[in-house]
């Protein structure tokens, strides 16, 4: 799964949309303390910067190397590559030990895990009581193209994409969530949280090219020069005369969080 983001790393840094800091303060208000969070899946490091405005140190984990060369530093944030192959105790012990988090956040990632493997180390790392895990995610639902950019992209790629990305393409409705709910979404049933976004035509397309459905379908055989620049046509038409001027586009994003049983 690394290999996914290793050649456009750069780039998925600056085309990435931001999480809103309410989703952060949200979730911090969940925790009974405020000592340590994990941000699993870490990236470029983008939720790691929000969740440290509310917690005293983070640890911020990512399999791919690309990502991590492009995450910004911060005094509270300590990134750490983590193998794929890396042991149940291992990662217990490389996050901080047994109860020794108040957070765990996966922020659009989740679909690429050894979820079983994940969850048994949630469940060892957490405080209880008091520790929460959240997971969220997005995809080409994004108002006012969602028509034209999910409903174009997704079926014309799913045939090629790694069977993983369609628990993102279809909200997590499927991503099995065995956690106490707590007001945010609930197995099967994902909270919707919009992510409201500044973005030029051309950091829209950038943003599309940087995906791992697309890099998957790419190297699977669909011309996705040709896929994107036509798609992408049709948004520049329902775009207005000035594409070089950001607009606010919504990506309709869900959530799901909850407590160790």
């Known amino acids: 799964m690394a290999g996914l983001y290793e050649k456009p790393s750069e780039t998925y840094a600056k085309k990435r949309p931001r999480y809103p800091k309410e989703w952060f303060s949200m979730l911090a208000s969940l925790t009974a303390g405020h000592h340590r969070a994990w941000d699993a899946g870490c990236g470029s490091g983008q939720a790691s910067l929000s969740i ?8 911020a984990t990512d399999v791919s190397e690309g990502q991590l060369r492009h995450a ?3 005094p509270k944030v300590r990134y750490l590559h983590t193998p794929e192959d890396l042991a149940e105790d291992d990662l217990v012990a490389l996050v901080g030990g047994e109860g020794s988090l108040d957070l765990v956040i996966v922020a659009t990632a989740i679909h690429w895990f050894d979820v079983p493997l ?3 180390v949630v469940n060892r790392v957490l405080r209880k009581p008091g520790g929460v895990l959240a997971v969220w ?3 080409y639902d994004i108002h006012p193209f969602g028509d034209k950019l999910h409903g174009a992209l997704y079926p014309a790629m799913r045939p090629y994409m790694d069977p993983r990305t369609r628990l993102a393409m279809e909200r997590y409705r499927d991503l099995p969530f065995p956690f106490e709910p707590v007001g945010v979404g609930r197995e099967g049933e994902p909270a919707d949280v919009d992510m409201e976004a500044e973005m030029t035509l051309e950091d829209l397309a950038g943003f599309v090219m940087t995906g791992s459905v697309a890099t998957t379908a790419g190297e699977k055989g669909v011309d996705l020069e040709a896929l994107v620049k036509g798609v992408m046509k049709e948004v520049e038409e329902g775009w207005g005369d000035r594409p070089t001027v950001p607009r606010k586009l919504v990506f309709k994003a869900f959530m799901l969080a909850g407590r160790p049983r």
Do not use: L, R
């Open 72 to 74: 910004i530093a911060h």
């Open 137 to 139: 995610g997005y995809n």
């Open 52 to 59: 440290a405005e509310h917690y005293d140190s983070v640890v």
């Open 118 to 120: 994940f969850y048994a």
